[in-house]
C-alpha cells in the first residue's frame, strides 16, 4: 500500500467498485468515472482556446485554490456564453453533453470529476 499523488495520477472509480489509479487522461474509455486534479498556471495549462464535451456524464469541475472561469457555449448560436466564476471550495457541475472551457484569473488547482469515455474537443472561433 502507498500513497497516490492526485497531481500526477487519476482515480479511477470503475462500476464494479473497484477504484485504481493510473494515467490522468481527457479522453478514455474507461468502464467508470475518473477523479483527476491539476495545477495550472496559465490558459494554455486548461486549453482555454477549445471547447470540450463529455457525452456519457455531467462532469464535476472543482476550484480548490486560485480562480478561475467557466465558460459554457450557448445552445443557441444567438446567446452569449455563460460565464461561471469558480474561487477555492467552490464546484459547478456541468451537464453531460455542455460543451465548456476554463479560463485562469490566476494559478489554480483544479478537480474534475466525470466519465472520459467519448471526450470531444472543437476550437474556440473568436
Known amino acids: ?14 462500476s464494479d467498485g473497484a477504484v485504481t489509479s493510473g494515467e490522468r487522461r481527457m ?3 474507461t468502464d467508470g468515472w475518473q477523479l483527476a486534479t491539476f495545477h495550472v498556471e ?14 456519457t456524464s455531467d462532469e464535476a469541475v472543482c476550484c480548490v485554490k486560485g480562480t ?3 465558460y459554457l ?16 471550495g467552490r ?5 453531460r453533453g455542455r460543451w465548456h ?10 478537480m474534475s470529476i466525470g466519465r472520459r469515455d467519448g471526450t ?7
Do not use: G, K
Open 42 to 55: 496559465t490558459d494554455i495549462d486548461v486549453h482555454a482556446d477549445h471547447w470540450e464535451m463529455h457525452p
Open 120 to 126: 470531444r474537443q472543437e476550437p474556440v472561433d473568436r
Open 101 to 110: 472551457r476554463i479560463e485562469l484569473d490566476e494559478p489554480c488547482d483544479i
Open 1 to 14: 500500500m502507498s500513497t497516490i499523488d492526485l497531481f500526477d495520477r487519476a482515480l479511477r472509480f470503475r
Open 27 to 29: 479522453a478514455a474509455s
Open 68 to 70: 478561475l472561469r467557466l
Open 73 to 88: 457555449r450557448p445552445e443557441n448560436t444567438d446567446e452569449p456564453e455563460h460565464v461561471v466564476t469558480l474561487t477555492a
Open 91 to 95: 464546484a459547478f457541475l456541468v451537464p
